[in-house]
């Protein structure tokens, strides 16, 4: 096994990165929980472009500690981790940022499964308005597709006011 402080240096450098990348993460997510909550739907399109982003940093990120592991004679997930900073107990750097990218990715996710059970009762709302629209319409949909209405006038008088 090879345990060269360039490579653990490299690992290092890796999870400070991924603390950075999740920290930002986690609070873009706190940001569109506000959006949701609030019903800025203009807001929610670009928290999504800049989430995006971010998850494509965190993913490259992983990828790149995985490889830092398997080149230190690890395996490259979770258990990986807990070998080499079991065998290297002094690596307390690695420890600390280790123990930091799991607290943060663990608050990231619960804002993200809040955010989704925000989306959920929005949806929710929403379909339940739709279908009180539609109920009492024997022809159907009211609305089509672009928003406008489907009903179409009766023939016959309007109403004249004088």
């Avoid at 989306?119 to 609305?143: D, E, K, V, W």
Wanted: hydrophobic share 40%.
């Amino acid at each position: 096994m090879n345990l060269s402080s360039a490579k653990l240096l490299q690992l290092n450098q890796c999870l400070k990165d991924e603390v950075v990348e999740m920290t930002s993460l986690s609070e873009l997510l706190k940001l569109e929980q506000a959006a949701l909550v609030e019903a800025r739907v203009n807001d929610l399109t670009e928290i999504t472009k800049d989430k995006s982003a971010l998850l494509v940093k965190v993913s490259e990120l992983e990828k790149l500690r995985a490889s830092s592991l398997k080149d230190l004679g690890f395996l490259s997930d979770m258990s990986g981790m807990q070998a080499l900073l079991e065998q290297v107990p002094t690596e307390v750097e690695t420890s600390n940022y280790w123990k930091t990218l799991l607290a943060i990715s663990e608050q990231a996710q619960e804002n993200n499964r809040t955010n989704g059970i925000l989306i959920n009762r929005q949806f929710t709302r929403n379909q339940s308005a739709l279908n009180i629209l539609q109920q009492n319409n024997p022809a159907g949909s009211m609305y089509g597709p672009n928003g406008q209405s489907t009903v179409k006038n009766m023939p016959g008088r309007g109403v004249v006011a004088g």
